[in-house]
């Protein structure tokens, strides 16, 4: 059943899956930083340094951003079909789009490096 709904029959439900799951991503990882910041608590710069230390940590923070790009492309890009009308100003925002979170994710690669 799930994977006819993923085939060209329904060309929507591709996007509407991957937003969905990239959430799903997203709100648990959020719940694994607030649980980590109620025990860890840290209050300097070094305490932040050595939170982020972890290479679970960064891996699980490099998914999370990967997550963010895709869900921030596909619902903007979402926006941009609904309320810009002119094609040509779509491409252009949509590449203006994609740029700008290629570049969020090298600078969050970057960070974690």
């Known amino acids: 059943?799930?994977?006819?709904?993923?085939?060209?029959?329904?060309p929507g439900m591709r996007a509407w899956l991957t937003q969905r799951l990239t959430g799903l991503?997203?709100?648990?990882y959020v719940l694994l930083a607030l649980l980590r910041f109620f025990i860890i608590q840290p209050e300097d710069y070094a305490a932040w340094v050595s939170f982020f230390?972890?290479?679970?940590?960064?891996i699980a923070s490099l998914i999370f951003w990967l997550a963010l790009s895709l869900h921030a492309w596909l619902g903007i890009r979402d926006v941009f079909k609904?309320?810009?009308?002119?094609?040509?100003?779509?491409?252009?925002?949509?590449k203006i789009l994609?740029?700008?979170l290629w570049?969020?994710?090298?600078?969050?690669?970057?960070?974690?490096?």
């Open 98 to 100: 994609v740029v700008l």
């Open 1 to 10: 059943m799930l994977i006819e709904l993923l085939t060209k029959r329904y």
């Open 25 to 28: 991503v997203m709100a648990i």
């Open 82 to 94: 609904d309320y810009v009308p002119n094609y040509g100003v779509q491409m252009v925002l949509q």
């Open 53 to 58: 230390q972890p290479v679970w940590w960064r």
């Open 103 to 113: 570049i969020y994710l090298a600078w969050a690669v970057w960070l974690l490096a």
